[in-house]
Every structure is written in C-alpha cells, then in structure tokens.
C-alpha cells in the first residue's frame, strides 16, 4: 500500500509574499504587487479624502510603506487586508494633518471636501452622488468608513472585520446604523 504525502500547495499570494519579502525578487514582485492592487486600494483612499490629487499622494505614501515594511509582514492576515489597513491609516493621517493645518476640525474638513467635490474635474457623480456624498459626510467617522467600505468597495464584513480589528456583529450595527441616518439625510436634505 503506498502512503499518499501530500504538501500543501502555496497560494499564489502565499508566492507573491515570499518574493516580495525576498531581495533578488522584491523589486518585480512590487512592481506586480502595485499592478494588482493599486486601483483597489485608490477608491478606498479616494473615498476617504475625496479629491483625486490627494488620493493618488496617499496611494503613492501607501505603497512606500508597504514596500519598507513587507518584510515585517508575518502572514496573520491577508496581504490585502494588512494593505489596506496601512492606506486605512495613512488616508486618516493625511485628514488629520490636513485638518490640523487648516486650523479646523476633522468634521469641518469633510465638509469643506464635501463642497470641493462639485468642482472636481474627476469627480463623475450626478447631484445624487453629490448628495449622498454629503449625507456620508455627516456620519461619525468610524460609520463613513463601514459604509464606503461595504457601499461602495461591496467588502465582506469577514474582511471589514479583519482591516478594522473589530468584530463583524460591531460593523454590522455600524452599518445598518449608517445607512438609517443616510436614508433620514436624503429625506429631509
């Protein structure tokens, strides 16, 4: 009787990661790493800072940190979801700065982004984006990111919940709270 071995066949993102964390290779597995995931990651940035200058200055800021820190990678989530918590972070970081130099609040430069969006040359919206823009904008900050992410990037909430550290039942709530008060906004707005 001949005993069947079986090893387990790598994923290719298991393969990407292993090149990407490898010197001779790094440099062509980024270039397919960026290919792969760069339009991903900028809607996700693009639907945080709104304007596409800055989201494409916060995808480039974005990958920078990925390319310095996939060596310290360690496979506990998936790449994409380790990816996407960085641009997560940077786009946040990008905001507060943003906020912080302009001497307003974080609530007050959504707005002021809100307003930008109607003269953006790439922004593509109708005048019901434009307002379901500005009723995504009145939500606390942690809800306009669950509804973007779920709305209009259509994640899981199993992958939500890995980004966000947070458990599926809270994103749940989060959502179904968010899109209430997005539905009561474009009823009385």
Do not use: C
């Not at 900028?42 to 480039?60: F, G, P, S, T």
């Not at 800021?61 to 310290?72: D, Y």
């Not at 904008?137 to 992958?159: C, D, G, H, I």
């Amino acid at each position: 009787m001949k005993i069947k071995t079986s090893i387990p066949l790598k994923t290719s993102e298991d393969l990407l990661i292993k090149r990407l964390q490898d010197k001779k290779t790094s440099s062509e597995a980024f270039k397919e790493l960026v290919s792969l995931y760069k339009e991903r990651l900028y809607w996700h940035i693009r639907n945080m800072v709104k304007d596409h200058e800055d989201a494409h200055d916060v995808l480039q800021n974005t990958f920078i940190k990925i390319f310095r820190n996939i060596h310290n990678f360690k496979g506990e989530s998936k790449l994409f979801s380790w990816m996407y918590r960085i641009a997560t972070n940077e786009s946040i970081s990008f905001l507060n700065k943003r906020a912080k130099r302009n001497h307003i609040t974080s609530e007050d430069l959504q707005q002021q982004l809100i307003s930008n969006l109607e003269s953006d040359v790439y922004f593509e919206g109708d005048e019901i984006q434009l307002k379901l823009q500005k009723a995504i904008a009145s939500l606390p900050a942690k809800q306009q990111q669950v509804f973007n992410m779920k709305y209009f990037e259509e994640l899981k909430y199993r992958e939500m919940a890995e980004i966000l550290e947070t458990s599926e039942g809270a994103l749940k709530a989060s959502y179904h709270h968010a899109a209430k008060k997005i539905e009561e906004y474009l009823k009385t707005n």
